[in-house]
């Protein structure tokens, strides 16, 4: 795997086995060495330290027990929104973000719009990791695919494909159910994704390659070489991204509709909760008589409905 670690608390979380609530430090050193011990080695960490960097994080579901030499995680009983993550993940087949989790919830009327974004099952439960520099989540029974997908494209001379394409190639080429395995689109310099193309570099591959067939050469030459050979790749890196980026500009307008369409529909739940709402309180401020209090919210609500009304006739432009 290429430059792919998960955060502290996500290791932890993925060396703790089904029905364990504590492990000795010793214990878990062990385990995190022997499981990352490699992605440990590059980033100049010891298990000790992530240890300590999972107890200090913000929200962690780590803390010391009864004794320092003791390290314990929470494990929420029947958390029925942690359920409910599970299958919108499971149904989604890839990552999803704290706040499309909050969207997802809300349309299920699971949570209400006060619900934090800290209170969600992402960060204590056992099952949702994430990655180092991501903000998206995954589950963690989920095998990453991204040596497999490599190797496949390499071999296939493959340079470039939409992101799209490369999650049904997993599937139905390679085999690997996407309630299984995961492609992770960040953090993996092989496997660039730009504006939902995916770029394939193999230029490690290939220089592994040249250098077997290069023969001894002067430290000028070997300079003039190299220098040569990095202006080449950068000039090449530089193609395959124009080109992506003209792919991506023919995929942009499918996406910002979707961008609009998404939006819209939240905007017309947060306006329709907020109408629900305003007719309680009316009822409150009548029984009161307050009627300037009264009058007020019968405009605003009158003005939340004409927004609404608005918003569904975007809905079917972008649906046409």
Excluded at 120 to 140: H, I, M
Aim: with cysteine; glycine share 2%; aromatic share 6%.
């Amino acid at each position: 795997m290429s430059e792919l670690v998960y955060t502290p608390s996500s290791m932890l979380k993925k060396v703790f086995r089904t029905g364990e609530r504590s492990l000795s430090r010793q214990e878990l050193e062990n385990r995190l060495q022997n499981t990352y011990g490699t992605s440990l080695q590059r980033m100049n960490q010891s298990p000790a330290q992530v240890i300590d960097e999972a107890l200090a994080e913000e929200i962690s579901s780590f803390h010391v027990g009864a004794s320092h030499a003791v390290i314990e995680m929470e494990a929420p009983f029947r958390d029925l929104i942690a359920e409910e993550l599970v299958r919108y993940f499971l149904e989604s087949k890839g990552p999803l973000t704290a706040e499309q989790c909050l969207k997802k919830l809300r349309r299920q009327n699971i949570i209400s719009y006060s619900y934090a974004e800290n209170k969600l099952p992402l960060y204590k439960d056992s099952r949702f990791v994430q990655f180092t520099g991501s903000d998206l989540w995954y589950l963690a029974r989920w095998e990453v695919a991204n040596d497999r997908v490599y190797r496949f494209l390499a071999n296939k001379q493959i340079k470039q494909l939409p992101l799209t394409q490369l999650l049904l190639m997993m599937e139905h080429e390679l085999n690997l159910s996407r309630r299984d395995y995961v492609f992770v689109p960040e953090g993996d310099s092989r496997l660039r994704v730009i504006e939902g193309l995916v770029l394939v570099d193999d230029e490690a591959k290939n220089s592994g390659d040249k250098e077997e067939k290069v023969p001894l050469q002067t430290e000028e030459v070997q300079a003039t070489a190299l220098d040569q050979e990095s202006t080449a790749i950068t000039e090449n890196i530089q193609r395959e991204e124009e080109v992506a980026v003209t792919m991506a500009n023919d995929m942009k307008t499918v996406s910002v509709f979707e961008d609009v369409l998404v939006n819209a529909q939240d905007s017309t739940e947060k306006l329709e909760q907020r109408i629900k709402e305003m007719e309680e309180e009316v009822l409150e401020h009548f029984k009161g008589n307050n009627m300037s209090a009264i009058s007020t919210l019968v405009a605003e609500k009158e003005k939340c409905e004409a927004i609404v009304v608005a918003l569904e006739k975007v809905v079917e432009a972008v649906n046409k």
